[in-house]
């Protein structure tokens, strides 16, 4: 099957720095990538909607300029969580799904967030 | 509004007990519903797609199916190594990307 990978696992960081976390589409095209949430025991909720080229669009009630993304090319969307506090910690998961044929989307491992 | 239900929570099985869980869904037009398979501090592993109501997909001890209200995903002698959370979702837009999920059910097995 198709692989996507995600980068870093884990990552612990200092409340008010940025963390970039990245998603690569490592043998296939796509045009939309996806970035969902997970807090525990909860739904992995989609936060936004990445898309090559243009601006991403985000869901209701997450904030664009505090999760910053960027999808430079068609195997490659970043996030980037800026000034990062306690509450954004949480496991983010990405997923793409590929341009050439219409098939399920493929997800990353995810990322751990840890904000200390 | 789209939703997504799944019950039980959790469900503890002997090995080669049998069972099955539950996915309610209300969506405007079904595109699509999916169900995975999450191991801890994993991604979700993908599973199965339904389109339409009597739909029925199997593969190794899985068997999901498909009604206009809700799916089901049917365990058969299920093994330690089933053990994970078995999520369900349906396709919200254009894309199979685009999904609302439910909470998921956490699967243990026990030998």
């Known amino acids: 099957g198709a692989v996507v990978s995600q980068h870093p696992s884990r990552v612990i960081c200092k409340s008010g720095t940025s963390v970039k976390i990245e998603c690569r589409s490592l043998?296939?095209?796509?045009?939309?990538m996806f970035w969902y949430r997970q807090f525990p025991k909860q739904s992995l909720m989609l936060m936004a909607t990445?898309?090559?080229?243009?601006?991403?669009?985000?869901e209701q009630g997450v904030e664009k300029d505090k999760f910053l993304i960027n999808h430079a090319s068609l195997t490659l969307s970043t996030l980037t969580v800026t000034s990062a506090h306690p509450e954004d910690s949480s496991f983010y998961i990405c997923s793409a799904a590929p341009i050439d044929r219409n098939t399920e989307a493929f997800f990353g491992q995810g990322t751990r967030l840890t904000v200390v | 509004e789209d939703q997504v239900t799944q019950s039980p929570e959790a469900l503890r099985l002997q090995e080669g007990e049998s069972s099955s869980l539950n996915c309610s869904y209300t969506v405007s037009g079904l595109r699509g519903l999916f169900w995975y398979r999450q191991d801890p501090g994993k991604g979700p592993e993908f599973l199965f797609t339904?389109?339409?109501a009597g739909e029925e997909k199997e593969k190794e001890r899985l068997k999901a199916t498909l009604t206009k209200k809700e799916s089901f995903l049917h365990i058969t002698a299920p093994k330690p190594e089933d053990s994970a959370t078995y999520l369900c979702a349906v396709q919200r837009g254009g894309s199979q990307g685009n999904l609302i999920f439910g909470k998921g059910t956490k699967l243990s097995v026990k030998p």
């Open positions: 043998d296939f095209q796509a045009t939309t």
């Open positions: 339904l389109y339409s």
């Open positions: 990445s898309n090559e080229g243009s601006k991403a669009t985000y």
